[in-house]
């Protein structure tokens, strides 16, 4: 049976579906990883990796390099959501998707109709940002419109984003949220992850459902346990199927 057929007849036999999504799912909305954009190795950065510039240590010791880095290369306002998006949140809307877990920060998933309550954002939203020291909240905007750094307005303190940094946990409610729908769905739909970096990637790990579909254009060291791979871009699968 062809792929894109057997994808739609798991979708329409299925009324306990997951999506787990990753960087993929985002970029034909334009934004593309982080870590193959172009001209990431640039003097202004340093010559620095993007994964330093990005963490924990980088952000609390050169806040500078750090808001130069992440305003130029991880946040995308103009972007919007793509077949992808549009068609997990009609899926949910018929009762069929219960949950989506992505490892994106952009905020499309609730743009193109998702539940927000039924997001489950594991590596947090550029859209939500708190003062480290009144926890005073700021939106995108006041982000962007600052020059350089942002500091809280109420008490002048750092303001950080609600995105979880290399050497960082992972938020333990998210996780354990991801972890209860992908244990009790009947079909788990990977896509745009190379299910490579944990904790994230060891969630697939919890799924004892009937069809597990991974669609990716690159191999996943979970093709093998997969009842259907796909190698094309989700958006193309979605705007199929759907």
């Not at 739609?8 to 997951?18: L, Q, T």
């Not at 009790?184 to 299910?195: K, P, R």
């Not at 690159?218 to 989700?234: G, M, Q, R, W």
């Amino acid at each position: 049976m062809d792929k894109i057929k057997k994808l739609k007849k798991i979708i329409e036999e299925s009324n306990n579906i997951v999506f787990f999504g990753g960087a993929g799912v985002s970029t034909a909305s334009g934004i593309p990883d982080f870590r193959s954009s172009s001209g990431l190795y640039q003097e202004k950065y340093k010559n620095l990796r993007p994964e330093y510039i990005i963490s924990h240590s980088c952000f609390m010791k050169d806040p500078e390099l750090f808001y130069a880095f992440y305003k130029e290369k991880m946040i995308f306002p103009e972007a919007k959501p793509n077949y992808a998006h549009i068609a997990l949140a009609k899926l949910e809307k018929e009762g069929k998707l219960k949950a989506v877990i992505t490892q994106n920060i952009d905020n499309l998933h609730q743009m193109a109709g998702s539940s927000p309550s039924k997001v489950v954002e594991l590596h947090g939203s550029v859209y939500r940002n708190k003062c480290m020291k009144c926890k005073e909240k700021y939106d995108l905007a006041y982000i962007l419109d600052a020059k350089g750094v942002p500091y809280c307005k109420k008490c002048g303190g750092l303001v950080k984003p609600e995105v979880v940094l290399y050497e960082e946990p992972l938020n333990n409610y998210d996780l354990e949220r991801a972890i209860n729908y992908i244990a009790s769905c009947d079909t788990l739909i990977v896509a745009g992850t190379s299910l490579t970096v944990n904790p994230a990637a060891g969630l697939v790990q919890f799924f004892r459902g009937i069809n597990f579909v991974i669609i990716n254009l690159s191999e996943t060291p979970y093709d093998f346990l997969a009842t259907l791979v796909i190698k094309e871009p989700i958006d193309k699968v979605f705007e199929k199927v759907i």
